[in-house]
């Protein structure tokens, strides 16, 4: 069984360009979240989806940042316009289900490095 | 979000057994409490959670206190490899499923 994959692994854009991070998920998994780690500072969370459901965008910057869970395909996370501080490593994990009985399996993460 | 409190850092030998403390006074009766960790350039990684009762899996033992305003992550034997940030977390059986990631602690293994 696959675990969750992310890509590309590393990516690199310069200011003003369009970032886009891929997530498949674990097989079976039907909950999609996306977490955002700045250099030398902990996970934050960003976003919590089910398939073509938003469930939680509490962490999303309200700007230029968007998600998306398609019935088919793997989950998308959209940076338009990307800057400096968006350098980060983005993580995806995914669950069979919600609530605290399920645990995360997170992917291998994305390097964003914005020049 | 239920907040959790974990030292800084630790240190410990290998083969030793190491013991990582967490407190969370403000723990709800519904809060699962999971630990994960995090090894260096990779994404976190599952570890133990429970609700009540000490739980065993082969990773590592948890430790419940009666009150549950505490536990303890249990490595009984570290090998180099267990060097990450682990992180203490409550996540709430119902409603919202996000975690939310303090500062960990960071776990040094000496040869």
């Known amino acids: 069984n696959a675990g969750v994959m992310q890509n590309p692994r590393h990516l690199v854009r310069r200011r003003g360009q369009e970032a886009r991070l891929r997530c498949s998920p674990m097989k079976g998994h039907s909950h999609v979240y996306w977490y955002r780690q700045l250099p030398e500072e902990g996970l934050k969370f960003m976003v919590y989806?089910?398939?073509?459901?938003?469930?939680?965008e509490s962490g999303m910057p309200k700007e230029r940042f968007s998600a998306e869970f398609p019935k088919e395909g793997p989950s998308i996370l959209r940076i338009q316009q990307v800057v400096r501080g968006d350098s980060a490593a983005y993580f995806c994990a995914s669950s069979i289900s919600r609530g605290g009985l399920y645990e995360q399996y997170f992917g291998p993460g994305t390097r964003l490095t914005v020049t | 979000d239920a907040k959790t409190t974990q030292p800084n850092s630790m240190e410990s030998n290998e083969e030793e057994p190491v013991h990582l403390p967490c407190n969370h006074s403000t723990i709800s009766g519904t809060d699962y409490i999971h630990w994960y960790r995090q090894l260096p350039s990779q994404g976190p990684e599952y570890v133990i959670h429970g609700l009540t009762s000490n739980v065993n899996n082969r990773m590592a033992s948890l430790a419940i206190a009666e009150d549950r305003k505490s536990s303890t992550l249990i490595l009984h034997r570290a090998t180099l490899r267990d060097a990450a940030v682990y992180y203490c977390i409550l996540s709430p059986l119902q409603g919202a499923q996000k975690l939310v990631f303090g500062q960990g602690t960071r776990l040094t293994i000496n040869p």
């Open positions: 989806l089910q398939k073509e459901n938003i469930i939680d």
